[in-house]
């Protein structure tokens, strides 16, 4: 073999060389984004596995074909693969679920609570983070001459590979598909989803629900003909007739509390403490009169209060929307029907108050649009007592007293008041708030910190109580948690009692989306413990108990929860003696008057 050819093939070997490290490359970057959280090789199926690897191989090949630059494209896919991969498992470690493309929306409201917790790295994000940036530093020495192409034709080949990789999405986010290649497609165990069909595929099947489709059947005549049904004579509302009935007719001031991350760890397992963080949750729980307590089972977990306040406020179910949605930034564009809306209708002055900044969830666009006349925020609170970084729930309670002493007389209040006392993280120690409840057997600061709280919470339910038996005006009285504090505070009490707080089964799951409830009132209502139900059906639940006139779609959703009294994307249950066909029968009703009301519905009804 000549000197030329020996040199000839040489050249060919190195570049087939470097052109298959080219192309094992981005399987590496896939490799090491998935090893955030988990480890890619024990759970990422077969057919998953080919389909990131597929993803990764289009989107280099896509930025290669827009800079002309081999080196250039790997470093920047190495770049944000890193990058996503250090937010998703900081998002894994505070919020239990992993990232979804909805998140984008919800950029200023993590910004506002970033502080709050603790960012100090683990060892494994360390170590993949370091291998990340070692192949970074060794492409930068790395000499690559590829083809090259005239500028107009890399446009081209970029645009055959964008088409493609669209192609190969909407491929991924077909049923059919994803069942014949075991994909796992059920959004209510995002966790799960995401370690066994990785952190890419899962992220293009979620696209898909970026948009919510019209439900089968659905027609807006129809809508309304099946929502008309239930705006019959008042005569015929139970509840109506006793309003109507009682001697002065006096619409009750109606109060609500929706407490941040308020929670009876119990609900878990047995935890032994030192003293009893929730007193007063427990004296009205064991049948206090004029009192309704129990289980509210809500859709979030360690994080996104906005869609319980979203379920309780508008009546609506998170089981027909994405897992991870806020429907907040996603789906709310104008005015909707609401709770605060209809009360408005009835005569209330209603107001929503939250002791944080206006824009956290888009808090300050939302109220408007839901029917609340008054909104006020964090400015409204300088003088409160602060608990750690965040205003104090007394003084939040203060608040509500300040607004009914100074509400026009005669004229009914609603206040929908968003606490944020025990936001978390819960693992910084602060010179104004001494944690002193412990749990026996467990040492742990996080789990101290968060019950050394809810205590605080449970007085201010008191305090609101004690003003408000007093006060001449009959007043109810809501609180409830909007969901359990993060794994961090939950995993030790979960491991007390013989379960994994990243391995849940199908049965433990729903423990860790129960919060408790209670309806009180200054004036006679039905007592009842261990009425259990669900933050949509909620609302509609505290009009009928309080004797509050009622709307056509709160008669449905008490006829609903007589059929689906627990309806959560991880829990649904069933009355006994309904059947499947009443139930799925309840369902379809249910999903064509939602959507109707969220995109169709005209004015209150």
Sequence with gaps: MTEGRMRTVKRYITGGTKGAAALFLPILFF???????????????????LFNILLFELAAGILFSLTGRIKAALLAEACAAMLFGIANAYVVRFR????????????????????????????????VTLLFLAVMTVLLF???????????????????????????????????????????????????????????????????????????????????????????????????AAWEDSPDGELPNLIVVMNESFADLTALGEMGTNRDPLPTLHRLQAGAENTVTGTL????????????????????????????????????????????????????????????YANGWERDAVYPWLGFSESLFLDAYQDAPRVRNYVSDLGCAEKIISLYEQKKEGQPLF??????????????????????????GIDN?????????????????????????????????????????????????????????????EEELPLRYEVPYVIWANYEIAEEQNADTSANYLGAQVCARAGIPLSGYQRFLLEESGILPVLTPVKQATVQGAGEEEAAEALARYRILQYYRMFDQKGEQ
């Design 142 to 240: 790395v000499r690559i001459r590829p083809w090259r192409l005239i500028f107009w034709k890399r446009w081209i080949v970029a645009g055959l590979l964008v088409l493609a990789l669209i192609g190969f999405a909407d491929t991924l986010q077909q049923e059919s598909f994803q069942n014949r290649h075991m994909l796992y497609n059920k959004l209510f165990t995002p966790v799960y989803m995401t370690n066994v069909d990785g952190i890419a595929v899962t992220f293009v099947m979620n696209l898909a629900y970026m948009s919510i489709e019209r439900p089968e059947g659905y027609s807006e005549k129809r809508a309304m003909e099946l929502l008309g049904a239930y705006e019959g004579s008042v005569k015929e509302d139970q509840t109506q």
């Design 31 to 49: 490799w090491l984004l998935e090893s955030y959280t988990h480890n890619p090789f024990e759970e990422v199926r077969p057919w998953a596995h």
């Design 415 to 440: 206040v929908f008041q968003v606490t944020m006392q025990n936001h978390g993280g819960y693992q910084d120690l602060y010179p104004n708030f001494t944690p002193d409840i412990t749990a026996d």
């Design 297 to 356: 089972h809500v859709s979030v977990c360690g994080g996104n209060t906005a869609n319980t306040e979203y379920e309780f406020l508008t009546g609506n179910t998170m089981t027909f929307l994405p897992q991870g949605s806020i429907p907040y930034q996603q789906y709310l564009t104008g005015e909707q029907p609401s709770l605060a809306s209809h009360l408005a209708s009835l005569g209330y002055q209603t107001v929503a108050t939250h002791p944080y």
């Design 96 to 127: 239990t679920n992993p990232l979804v493309p909805w998140d984008l929306f919800s950029w200023r409201t993590a910004a506002n609570v970033a502080g709050t917790y603790d960012f100090t790295p683990d060892r494994r994000m360390i170590a």
């Design 445 to 505: 600061l996080s789990l101290e910190q968060y019950l050394s709280l809810t205590e605080l919470s449970d007085l201010s339910l008191s305090y609101l109580i004690d003003y408000f038996s007093q006060a001449e005006e009959k007043t109810v009285i809501v609180f409830f948690g909007d969901h359990q504090p993060g794994d961090t505070v939950a995993a030790p009490v979960l491991a007390k009692n013989g379960m994994r707080w990243n391995a849940l089964t």
